[in-house]
């Protein structure tokens, strides 16, 4: 097995909709992590709309106009790989489903390959059955001088599917960006996922998740680097943008503590309330206090 590379995970707060934002984003923080030396810069699930974008991918104009944000990335990028998240114009679309939820590895200025998400959820919060046309073959790409299974979020997430028996053959590095909605407590459930799917397959398993509030839902991050015996490598912290590199040549590398109970969940709080008001870019808000356990809180 080729040693792991010098790999970034780009924890970011994309805003649902914005794409020129989003696309600007996305292209400071891979210049962020080619200035530290990675070879591999790893961004969330559907980093250049947002997630979950909902009704918008079933919109020509709008997956349109994110190709072209994704092809002006693409054309400053240069020695690092990147993996970005879009959703990707399919030519066989089902239903209203005119789009799969994709990831596409960029490298040199140009779009070498794309993976289509194979596992789609539709539960809870999940509706992707509606938005999106699921892909139907693993991807294994080189960068890094190390070969890379790539995935999305949910695509690792049922061990009994046969997705993830045909995960990522061959590959020596496991990819997984995600858009993973916090409850209480869930990023040690999570992690304790990923942690199974690197000991299941015997390789090591790089997970970049979302961060930052979008209505109604909330991301974490958490994202973590995990070694082939489960052991953790690496981990962002929470509900923070975080550049999470990881050096195999450095004798350690960071690994954020869990907040406690009381703060994890005050901060996931202040998480949603923050940028729900910033991302709808209220001026001024009204604060109806009735005595309650809500106005304690505020």
Request: net charge negative; with cysteine.
């Given at each position: 097995?080729?040693?792991?590379?010098?790999?970034?995970?780009?924890?970011?707060?994309?805003?649902?909709?914005?794409?020129?934002?989003?696309?600007?984003?996305?292209?400071?923080?891979?210049?962020?992590?080619?200035?530290?030396?990675?070879?591999?810069?790893?961004?969330?699930?559907?980093?250049?709309?947002?997630?979950?974008?909902?009704?918008?991918?079933?919109?020509?104009?709008?997956?349109?106009?994110?190709?072209?944000?994704?092809?002006?990335?693409?054309?400053?990028?240069?020695?690092?790989?990147?993996?970005?998240?879009?959703?990707?114009?399919?030519?066989?679309?089902?239903?209203?489903?005119?789009?799969?939820?994709?990831?596409?590895?960029?490298?040199?200025?140009?779009?070498?390959?794309?993976?289509?998400?194979?596992?789609l959820?539709?539960?809870?919060?999940?509706?992707?059955?509606?938005?999106?046309?699921?892909?139907?073959?693993?991807?294994?790409?080189?960068?890094?001088?190390?070969?890379l299974?790539?995935?999305?979020?949910?695509?690792?997430?049922?061990?009994?599917s046969?997705?993830f028996?045909?995960?990522?053959?061959?590959?020596?590095?496991?990819?997984?960006?995600?858009?993973?909605?916090?409850?209480?407590?869930?990023?040690?459930?999570?992690?304790?996922?990923?942690?199974?799917?690197?000991?299941?397959?015997?390789?090591?398993?790089?997970m970049?998740?979302?961060?930052?509030?979008?209505?109604?839902?909330?991301?974490?991050?958490?994202?973590?680097?995990?070694?082939?015996?489960?052991?953790?490598?690496?981990?962002?912290?929470?509900?923070?943008?975080?550049?999470l590199?990881?050096?195999?040549?450095?004798?350690?590398?960071?690994?954020a503590?869990?907040?406690?109970?009381?703060?994890?969940?005050?901060?996931?709080?202040?998480?949603?309330?923050?940028?729900?008001?910033v991302?709808?870019?209220?001026?001024?808000?009204?604060?109806?206090?009735?005595?309650?356990i809500?106005?304690?809180?505020?």
């Open positions: 097995m080729s040693p792991l590379p010098k790999i970034a995970l780009a924890q970011v707060n994309p805003t649902v909709g914005d794409l020129d934002e989003n696309a600007a984003l996305v292209s400071e923080w891979i210049d962020l992590a080619a200035q530290r030396g990675a070879e591999i810069v790893v961004f969330p699930e559907l980093v250049l709309t947002g997630y979950p974008a909902e009704d918008l991918y079933l919109r020509p104009d709008f997956i349109a106009a994110t190709g072209e944000r994704l092809r002006e990335v693409a054309a400053g990028v240069g020695d690092i790989t990147a993996l970005v998240g879009f959703p990707e114009p399919v030519g066989n679309p089902v239903g209203r489903a005119i789009a799969a939820n994709a990831t596409a590895v960029i490298s040199q200025g140009e779009i070498r390959g794309v993976y289509r998400k194979r596992l959820p539709n539960y809870g919060v999940f509706d992707e059955y509606r938005t999106f046309r699921n892909g139907t073959e693993p991807m294994v790409t080189e960068a890094g001088g190390t070969r299974g790539v995935t999305i979020c949910e695509d690792c997430w049922d061990p009994g046969p997705v028996t045909d995960l990522a053959p061959g590959a020596e590095l496991i990819i997984n960006s995600s858009a993973s909605p916090y409850h209480r407590g869930k990023g040690l459930e999570r992690e304790e996922i990923f942690r199974r799917v690197a000991t299941a397959k015997g390789i090591p398993v790089a970049v998740n979302m961060v930052g509030g979008q209505d109604e839902l909330i991301f974490d991050g958490s994202s973590a680097l995990i070694g082939p015996d489960g052991s953790v490598l690496a981990r962002a912290g929470q509900f923070t943008e975080d550049l590199v990881y050096d195999p040549e450095e004798a350690s590398a960071p690994v503590e869990w907040m406690d109970d009381l703060d994890e969940v005050y901060t996931a709080l202040v998480t949603g309330l923050r940028d729900y008001v991302k709808n870019g209220f001026g001024h808000v009204g604060l109806g206090l009735s005595g309650g809500d106005s304690a809180l505020v």
